[in-house]
């Protein structure tokens, strides 16, 4: 047996040329022992090798209990068919957990995790040397390495070309095998030079005379020799050149690939104990990510477990939220829960993310628990949902399920403009040492990837912009190929361009680079950096781990969503207006509920600026679906989505509503599953239970068709699930035109379905947005204005439709303007919306700030502004162009002469109200007074809105045919 220990995999970014996953699946074909996957200064690939070797042996094993039974996969296949790859394979190669060391100043090096010591002591080094770098960079010393390396195998890399060693190397290499006795080992590589044979000699004959044994290693790049041309055009994406230009940087040959066992003897035949040692060696590795025993903080507090803790609050929250007394079905709903999160000591979980929230409230910061978290009671008692699970149909096994054996899932959302707090509260309370964001791996996909892979094989830019606008879409290829090269004026026979679209199908799903999740952390009870490597983020003040979401669930590591959500900004804003000038203290939970002029106003598409019933499909669909309770919300926020649309969802279900058509169910069962939306499957938990019910899935089947609609844009999985689908509602008596419409429906899902409870939280964003716009139109319209940027709407459509409400909007002014805009008495015992500086373009806030602190009884001129606040001139000019000084009586052109007089920096200390800024006076200028169109014109140059006059009021008259002659 043979093992690879060397292995550069595309989690080396722009360096190696194939997937973890093809390694494992390529070393299982060849009969190697073991691999290990050894990136650059990172483990970020490490899980996914892990995950493929674990489904091989699935595989594997089931394949042998299959011939053991001398049961018969199937069907002879075809002749010429290939055989699935499980068929060919006898061995699971072992995977260890390794990374390649890259030093600043010393030789590279493999460290192999032999236990789980030696995992904690690698993810450590790797953290420090990230830690010390920007994002995606990695420095790590010499003396990094010798401080300790227990519990790792080390293979030191002679510098790659070189015939004899270099003094400083030999020195090193010294240093290290007397630091590491036993555990230091010399790697021979091929260069596939030609002097391989004479290199491996004396690199041998030096590593004797310093004790060092040495291992044979391919140091494959590849998996196959066929990623060779795509590996070139990595290196020249990663140099900035072209392939053509690569010169000794482009790979001479396709040998740096993974080689089988007789390969490695034939490359190594006169040192075959290296290539023996490589198996010794990875018997000694036993590591393996199994291993990783994943503990969630304790969050025991003052003496009381985490059982007691959450029983306690779960309770108290009961009480809080049923003041009269709460139903015995919701007693006992919680109590089943509280019974089940014993079972599976998940209690710690459920307590940060309430402390997480707690502390949020505790801030005034507006959040809300979504997704599958709002199927609970415990959630709803603790506050991390506002949504009471008797609501729907939901069940609490679609969120916690003892048959999954999965971690909960909880997504909270919390102000956009505030989440940053959260975040380092996060971090403040755990130590960057024990909590970290996931990563976010982002993948090449066709514009990318045309537009990369494109320079680097030499097309010109015109050539890569056809390319990128009209011949590809999201996910690749669009029509056929040739068909669509011509139409755009290319020649589908051209060798270049050819291969060049070859190589961009093939570069398609790679990965490119790291970045952040968008709020998924990671905590733990011990330290972070012995589980996985910590990093820093781009962001100020952000660290990260490299694994992503599917990493982690694949280790069974728990995560705390922190998301951000806009419009949880502008109902706080809201909330606080409403205390400020009506004394009425409002939150989510209570709101006067089912109000009929809040539902009357969505009946007529009244929509412009809500929460997620916003977009013209929406306003298209709200006066077919006339809602009028809360449930029917829910389905509204559920059902314009493109997976019901592209389901063939809508037009039944509202056919049904209107009595345009009968509702009809195929059979008592199904129709338990489907009575609540009149027969049309609309959400995920639907569609999970049409398959249990109708196709006799086990809940385990029903669970993974979830996890493919949740996956399919990534991995496009769900059609796997079509033949067990179909046979399994034949055989409960459904015809098969039912059953294949079933389907395309489940299918649907795939591109965008909402579970029940996910849309009921968002259903309640809803319904507050209503109501707020409803009844308080002015406060509405302010607080949305001043949660910008967010939503469909820009603020010059925000503030027409205010008006259209009846609200009296004020423009910018010097004196009564603040940064936010504001509410102020219209005279008429009613408030009006003052524009605030915010809305001019390229104003600062802090420039906001000084105007209005340094205002005092009121400015008398752009110069009195000057002086006293202490803004540029240019800030001046920026106000003036927004008409800013119209109350001190100053035309748009006569303030904006003022300010561009104004050329000082600062006020000069003395001569002051003598001079202007430069010491030089001037006669009074008589500038020509602005048209309207002038005006409207200015308006929206200085804040993309204007309150004079719409512009197309000023074309009517042109747009307008002249009246006929009588």
């Known amino acids: 047996m043979v093992a ?45 090798a892990h995950t493929e070797a674990r489904k091989i042996a699935r595989e594997v094993a089931d394949l042998a209990a299959r ?52 995992w904690a002591r690698l993810c450590r080094l790797i953290s420090r040397g990230r830690l010390r770098a920007s994002k995606g960079d990695c420095t790590l010393r010499l003396e990094d390495v010798l401080e300790g390396m227990e519990g790792l195998e080390l293979l030191l890399h002679p510098p790659a070309r070189a015939l004899d060693w270099p003094g400083d190397f030999r020195a090193q290499a010294a240093r290290l095998a007397r630091r590491f006795p036993g555990r230091m080992h010399l790697a021979l590589a091929p260069v596939y030079d030609g002097q391989d044979a004479r ?14 044994p040495t291992v044979a290693s391919a140091r494959p790049l590849l998996h196959h020799g066929r990623r060779r041309r795509l590996a070139d055009v990595l290196t020249a994406i990663r140099t900035g050149t072209q392939v053509d230009a690569l010169g000794r940087a482009a790979l001479a040959n396709a040998e740096q690939r993974l080689r089988a066992p007789a390969e490695m003897r034939r490359l190594f035949r006169d040192h ?39 029983a306690r609050l779960a309770r108290e929250g009961l009480a809080w939220r049923y003041p009269e007394g709460a139903p015995e079905r919701v007693r006992r709903l919680m109590e089943h829960e509280l019974a089940l999160i014993a079972k599976l000591n998940y209690e710690p979980y459920f307590l940060t993310v309430r402390d997480v929230v707690a502390f949020a409230r505790s801030r005034g910061i507006l959040c ?61 309370r755990y130590g960057r040492h024990r909590a970290g964001l996931c990563a976010t791996v982002i993948h090449y996909r066709a514009k990318r990837a045309i537009r990369e892979v494109g320079r680097a094989m030499g097309l010109s830019e015109d050539i890569v912009a056809a390319l990128s606008s009209q011949l590809w879409g999201a996910h690749g290829m669009s029509g056929t190929e040739a068909e669509r090269l011509a139409e755009i004026g290319l020649d589908p026979a051209d060798r270049r361009l050819r291969l060049t679209l070859e190589l961009i199908e093939e570069i398609m799903g790679f990965p490119r680079h790291l970045s952040q999740h968008v709020g998924g952390f ?110 029917d919300l829910v389905i509204q926020v559920a059902i314009i989505r493109p997976g019901p649309i592209q389901g063939d969802m809508v037009h039944p279900y509202i056919r049904r509503r209107n009595g345009e058509e009968p509702v009809r169910f195929p059979s008592d069962a199904l129709g338990e599953v489907l009575g609540k939306t009149l027969g049309v499957p609309l959400f995920q938990e ?55 419409r079933c389907f395309a429906q489940i299918e649907g899902f795939g591109a965008y379905g909402f579970p029940e409870s996910h849309a009921a939280s968002f259903a309640l964003l809803v319904y507050a947005s209503a109501w707020l716009k ?28 205010a008006r259209a409400h009846g609200v009296e909007v004020r423009p910018v002014c010097i004196n009564r303007s603040y940064w936010d805009n504001a509410l102020e008495p219209d005279g008429r015992g009613g408030q009006a919306l003052r524009l605030g500086f915010r809305q001019i373009r390229g104003l600062k806030e802090e420039d906001a700030a000084w105007i209005a602190a340094a205002r005092g009884n009121g400015y008398r001129s752009v110069e009195d502004v000057w002086r006293r606040a202490g803004v540029a001139p240019a800030v001046l000019a920026r106000l003036a162009e927004a008409d800013a000084f119209a109350d001190l009586g100053l035309a748009r052109r006569a303030a904006l002469w003022e300010a561009k007089a104004l050329r000082a920096p600062a006020p000069l200390p003395l001569f002051a109200g003598e001079l202007d800024g430069e010491g030089i006076e001037e006669p009074a200028a008589h500038l020509p007074a602005m048209r309207l169109g002038e005006e409207v014109v200015e308006d929206y140059v200085a804040m993309r809105l204007t309150l004079r006059a719409h512009p197309v009021a000023l074309l009517r008259d042109r747009l307008t045919p002249p009246a006929a002659a009588p």
């Open 774 to 801: 409803r009844h308080h139109p002015a406060v509405y319209a302010c607080a949305l204005l001043n949660a910008q940027p967010m939503g469909f709407y820009a603020p010059a459509q925000i503030v027409r439709d």
């Open 686 to 740: 639907q569609a999970m239970q049409i398959a249990i019910v109708g196709a006799g899935f086990t809940p385990e089947e029903a669970d993974r068709l979830r996890r493919a609609l949740a996956t399919f844009k990534k991995h496009g999985t769900v059609s796997a699930f079509r033949t067990r689908f179909l046979r399994g509602m034949a055989a409960n008596g459904y015809d098969r035109a039912f059953a294949e």
């Open 67 to 118: 011939e053991a039974e001398g049961r018969l996969i199937g069907p002879p296949a075809p002749e010429g068919t290939p055989r699935p790859p499980s068929a060919e394979i006898r061995n699971v190669p072992r995977l260890i957990p390794a990374a390649r060391l890259v030093l600043s100043d010393g030789p590279e090096i493999t460290a192999l995790a032999a236990t789980r010591a030696g």
């Open 199 to 212: 290199r491996f000699a004396l690199w041998a004959e030096a590593a004797a005379a310093l004790g060092l």
């Open 522 to 631: 990671v905590v733990t009870e011990g330290r972070l950096d012995e589980l996985c490597p910590v990093e820093n983020a781009s962001m100020e003040d952000r660290t990260v781990i490299c694994w992503d979401k599917d990493d982690i669930d694949a280790l069974g590591i728990l995560k705390v969503d922190v998301l951000a959500l806009g419009m949880l900004t502008c109902i706080r804003k809201a909330f606080e207006l409403l205390r400020q000038h009506h004394g009425a203290d409002y939150t989510l939970a209570t709101l006067p509920q089912e109000d009929p002029r809040v539902y009357e106003m969505l009946c007529r598409a009244d929509s412009l600026g809500l929460f997620q019933v916003e977009s013209r499909a929406q306003m298209n669909f709200l006066p077919r679906m006339k809602p009028r309770c809360f449930y």
């Open 272 to 310: 075959a104990a290296a290539v023996e040692r490589t198996e010794a060696l990875a018997a000694r590795c036993t590591f393996s990510l199994d291993d990783l025993r994943y503990e969630y903080p304790s969050e025991v507090a003052e003496g009381e477990s985490a059982a007691d803790r959450l």
């Open 4 to 48: 690879e220990l060397s292995i550069t995999s595309n989690f080396t970014f722009l360096t190696g040329a194939s997937h973890p996953e093809e390694y494992m699946q390529r070393a299982a074909l060849m009969g190697l022992s073991a691999v290990a996957v050894a990136d650059v200064n990172s483990v970020a690939g490490i899980v996914r």
């Open 368 to 428: 809300q628990g979504r997704g599958s978290a709002a199927n609970s009671v415990v959630c709803y008692c603790l506050g991390v949902t506002s949504v009471s699970p008797e609501i729907g149909t939901m069940v609490f096994e679609r969120f916690v399920s003892e048959a999954r054996d999965e971690p909960p899932d909880i997504d909270v959302d919390f102000e956009h403009e505030r989440r940053e707090e959260v975040i380092q509260w996060i971090y403040a």
